[in-house]
C-alpha cells in the first residue's frame, strides 16, 4: 500500500524564523519517504502490542488496586470496565486517524492536522506534560515497590524511601535514554513477556480460587459497598491506566505496515490490559474487603499475592511491580521525548529541542525536557494528583481525537483517506468525546485546576512564540 | 557482455565508512545499487536523523556515487535511516533484486578472485554474477569447493560444470582454476585461501541467523579475510506478502 495523499505542509514561522518542517510525500508499508530519503519503519505487531501493553500494565495492577477498592469497594471493577470502554471508544477514531496519518506525534498530530495549530498546540504540550505527569506517577509506584522490598528484606532505611527511590531511578532512566544504545525495544518486548507469564499464573489462580475451587470462602463484601458515586471517581482516577495505548500513535511513524499494525496494536492493547485489569480488582476483592486493601495502599498486591500463595507469590509480584512501572516510566519518557520532536519539527517548541547528540545519537534535549519536570514532580511523592492530572490531559487529547475524526469525516478533505474507518459514525465518537470530557468532571478539584492551568499556559505559548503556524491541512 | 548484474554496496554513510579501495575497480561492470544508511537508537525518531544529518548524508553519497560511476559502474542510490541496518538491507536487495550484497573493505586492484562454490543450488545466480562481472575482464578466477561427503569425481563433475559455463559467459578459460579441499569448516577453507586473492565470492549461510547483516558464515570470512566479499543472494520468495509481519 502506497499512500500519497498527505496533508499540507504547515505555514507561517515562530517567533525565531523557524517554519514547521514540509510534510513526507508519501507512507508505504515499509518507509516513509521524503523526497530522496527513506525512513524505515522497524516496529511490528508485537512491538506494537508491547508499547501499548507495557505502558499500561503497570499501573492498573500494581499501584491502583488498593487506591481503587478502597475508594469504590468491589465495585472498582466496574470503574476500571468503564475506563476500558473510553479507552476503547477513542481508540477506534485515534486508529483510523493513524491509518490516515501515521506520523510520529500520534493526537497531537491528528488534531493539529484537523483542527488547526491552537488546538493541536494544547493538546501537544498537554500530551508531552501529561507524559510527564504520567511517568512521575509510575516513578512513584516504582518507589512504592522499591520500598517493599526493603521492607521484606528486613531493612530499615533512615529516610522516607518511596520519593528516594523514586527519585533515584528517574535520574537513571534519563541518564540510560541518553547514553544508551542498547536495543530499548527488543528489551520492552521481553519485559512485557514476563510480566503477562506472571500475571497470567497469578489471575489465573486466583480467580480460580476466588471462586471457591479450592475451598477458599471469599471475603464477603456489598459490591457496591462505598455506594454509586465513587464508582465514577474512581474511574476518573485509574484512567491513568488506560493512558498506553495512545503512546503506540505517538511512535505511528514506526510502525510497520501501518494500516494494520495500527488499530491491531491499539485496540488489542486496550482490550488485554482492560481483562487484566478487572480480573485483578475481582481477584484483590476476593482476598481483603475494601478496607484492608485501602490500607495495605500502593503495594496491595504483594499482600493479595502472599495471601494466595504465600511468599514465593509475594516475591513473584514484588518483581513483577518492579519491572511493570520501571517500563511503563520508560516508555513515557520515550513518548514524551518523541512528542518533544512533533512539536519542534512543527515549530511549536525551538528546532533545538530535537537535536540530536553525535556521541550517542539520542534526542538529549528532549529526553531532558521530559526528565526534567518528571523529578520535580516525583518530589511530591502525590500518586492520586499526578495521576489525575495525567488522565486530565490525556482525556481533553482524547476526547479532541473523538472531535477529529468527526471533523475529517464531514468536511472530507482530498488527503484524509483513512484504511481504517471507524464504526458506528457519528454515534460513537459524539459519545467517545462526551465520555472523555465528562470523565474529568469526576476529577478531584485540586487536579482539575492543575490540568486547566497547563492547558491555559499551553495557549499562551502557542499565542507568544508560534502565532502565525498555520498546521490544519487545507480543507 | 553479459547483462550487468546488480550488486549491492550498504555504507553506513555517517560513521566514516566510504567507498574502499579497489571496490570500484571490482565493481565496474556491475549496476551498482548504493545504499546509504544510518542506524538510530529507538529513543530517536528516525524523522529526527534526517533533520539533522540529510545534508551530509546526500553530499558524502553523492561524493560516493561519482567515485563508482567513474570506475564504470552505473548507479542509482537511496539514503535510509533506520532502527535496524539489517530490515533495510533485507529490503533493498528485494527491492532491486539484487543478486549479490558487497561486505565492503578494501582491496588492491582486483586481479585474482576466489569463488567459493556450495552445490548445485543458486549456481545460476553465481555464474550470472562472476560471468557479469568478471567476464572479459582479464581477471583470474579460483573455484573453491569445500566437499564434505562427496567424492572427489562428483565435486570435479560439479566444478567443471561450472566452468564450462563461466567460459559461455566470457571469462577466458585459462583463466579459472578449480581447487577441492575437505574435512574443514567451509569458512576456516575459504577464510585461509582468500588470504592470497584480492576478493572473494561467496553464498549466503543459513537463513536463520538474522542476526547478521551479511549472514554468519560471510561475516566470518569479511572478518578474517579483511578484503571485500560478495555475498551471492538466494532466489527471492515469490510470494509478494511481506516476509516479517512480527
Known amino acids: 500500500m502506497t499512500n500519497e495523499d498527505e496533508p499540507t505542509d504547515g505555514s507561517g514561522k515562530n517567533i525565531e524564523g523557524e517554519a514547521p518542517e514540509t510534510e513526507p510525500d508519501a507512507d508505504t508499508e515499509d518507509v516513509t519517504v521524503h523526497d530522496d530519503v527513506e525512513l524505515e519503519r522497524t516496529i511490528g505487531l508485537v512491538g506494537g502490542l508491547s508499547i501499548g501493553i507495557g505502558t499500561m500494565i ?94 521484606e528484606l528486613g531493612i530499615g532505611l533512615p529516610f522516607d524511601p518511596v520519593v528516594v527511590l523514586g527519585l533515584l531511578f528517574g535520574v537513571a532512566l534519563t541518564a540510560l535514554s541518553i547514553g544508551g544504545t542498547e536495543n530499548t525495544a527488543k528489551i520492552q518486548n521481553i519485559v512485557v513477556g514476563i510480566l503477562l507469564v506472571i500475571l497470567t499464573l497469578f489471575l489465573s489462580y486466583g480467580s480460580l480460587d476466588a471462586l471457591g475451587l479450592f475451598g477458599r470462602e471469599s471475603v464477603p463484601g456489598q459490591f457496591f459497598s462505598q455506594g454509586y458515586f465513587p464508582v465514577l471517581s474512581t474511574a476518573a482516577l485509574v484512567f491513568t491506566s488506560y ?37 485483578t480488582i475481582f481477584v484483590a476483592t476476593s482476598a481483603f474487603d475494601a478496607l484492608a486493601l485501602e490500607r495495605l495502599g500502593e503495594t496491595a498486591m504483594v499482600e493479595v499475592a502472599r495471601e494466595f500463595v504465600g511468599l514465593p507469590g509475594a516475591v513473584a509480584i514484588l518483581f513483577a ?104 459514525f457519528p454515534a460513537l465518537p459524539a459519545i467517545g468525546a462526551v465520555a472523555s470530557f465528562g470523565l474529568v468532571a469526576f476529577m478531584q478539584l485540586p487536579s482539575i485546576a492543575i490540568g486547566g492551568g497547563v492547558m491555559a499556559l499551553s495557549y499562551v505559548w502557542y499565542r507568544y512564540y508560534a502565532g502565525s503556524v498555520e498546521l490544519r491541512g487545507d480543507f | 557482455m553479459t547483462d ?150 562428483d565435486a570435479n563433475t560439479l566444478l567443471d560444470g561450472l566452468v564450462a559455463r563461466l567460459v559461455e559467459t566470457g571469462i577466458d578459460d585459462g583463466s579459472i582454476d578449480t581447487r577441492i579441499v575437505r574435512d574443514t569448516r567451509p569458512q576456516d577453507a575459504i577464510a585461509d585461501a582468500a588470504t592470497e586473492y584480492d576478493a572473494v565470492v561467496m553464498g549466503e549461510s543459513d537463513p536463520s541467523l538474522a542476526t547478521f547483516v551479511f549472514g554468519l558464515r560471510a561475516e566470518q570470512v569479511a572478518d578474517q579475510f579483511l578484503g571485500p566479499v560478495l555475498v551471492v543472494q538466494r532466489e527471492p520468495p515469490t510470494e509478494t506478502e511481506s516476509p516479517d509481519d512480527t
Open chain 2, 4 to 153: 550487468r548484474p546488480t550488486v549491492l554496496v550498504p555504507i553506513r554513510v555517517l560513521e566514516g565508512e566510504s567507498i574502499p579501495e579497489g571496490v570500484p575497480e571490482l565493481l565496474t561492470h556491475a549496476h551498482v545499487v548504493l545504499l546509504g544508511y544510518h542506524v538510530v537508537p529507538d529513543q530517536t525518531a528516525t524523522g529526527q536523523a534526517r533533520m539533522q544529518y540529510e545534508d551530509r548524508a546526500t553530499d558524502r553519497l553523492e561524493e560516493f556515487e561519482e567515485i563508482l560511476a567513474e570506475a564504470g559502474a552505473t548507479v542509482e542510490t537511496r539514503l535510509v535511516f533506520t532502527h535496524e541496518g539489517q530490515k533495510t538491507i533485507n529490503r533493498m536487495i528485494i527491492e532491486h533484486d539484487c543478486l549479490a550484497v558487497l561486505v565492503p573493505n578494501a582491496t588492491g586492484p582486483p586481479e585474482d578472485v576466489l569463488v567459493a562454490v556450495r552445490g548445485t543450488v543458486g549456481l545460476d545466480r553465481l555464474v550470472r554474477l562472476v560471468g557479469g562481472l568478471f567476464g572479459d575482464t582479464g581477471v583470474a578466477v579460483t573455484l573453491l569447493h569445500v566437499a564434505e561427503e562427496e567424492t572427489d569425481e
Open chain 1, 58 to 151: 503497570g499501573a492498573g495492577i500494581f499501584v491502583f488496586p488498593g487506591l481503587a477498592a478502597g475508594n469504590a469497594g468491589p465495585a472498582a471493577t466496574l470503574s476500571f470496565a468503564i475506563g476500558g470502554l473510553i479507552a476503547l471508544l477513542v481508540a477506534l477514531p485515534a486508529s483510523e486517524l493513524a491509518t490516515a496519518m501515521p506520523r510520529s506525534g500520534g493526537g497531537y498530530f491528528f488534531v493539529s492536522r484537523s483542527m488547526g495549530t491552537a488546538y493541536g498546540a494544547v493538546v501537544g504540550l498537554g500530551l508531552w506534560l501529561g507524559l510527564v505527569f504520567a511517568a512521575a506517577f509510575y516513578l512513584v509506584g516504582l518507589g512504592f515497590y522499591a520500598a517493599a522490598v526493603f521492607a
Open chain 1, 243 to 279: 493512558l498506553g495505548f495512545a503512546q503506540v500513535a505517538t511512535v505511528a511513524g514506526d510502525i510497520k505496515r501501518p494500516s494494520r499494525n495500527l488499530p491491531l496494536a491499539m485496540v488489542g492493547s486496550v482490550l488485554v490490559v482492560t481483562v487484566f485489569y478487572v480480573l
Open chain 1, 321 to 424: 511491580g518492579l519491572l511493570a512501572t520501571f517500563s511503563s516510566a520508560n516508555a513515557s519518557i520515550l513518548s514524551a521525548s518523541r512528542t518533544v520532536y512533533a512539536l519542534s519539527r512543527d515549530a511549536l517548541l525551538p528546532r533545538k529541542a530535537s537535536d540530536i547528540n553525535l556521541r550517542y545519537g539520542t534526542p538529549h534535549v528532549a529526553l531532558l525536557a521530559a526528565g526534567g519536570p518528571i523529578l520535580v514532580l516525583v518530589g511530591t511523592g502525590e500518586v492520586a494528583v499526578l495521576a489525575e492530572v495525567a488522565s486530565f490531559l490525556h482525556l481533553i487529547m482524547y476526547g479532541l481525537i473523538c472531535v477529529a475524526v468527526i471533523v475529517l469525516r464531514r468536511r472530507d478533505p482530498d488527503w484524509y483517506e483513512p484504511s481504517f474507518q471507524m464504526p458506528g
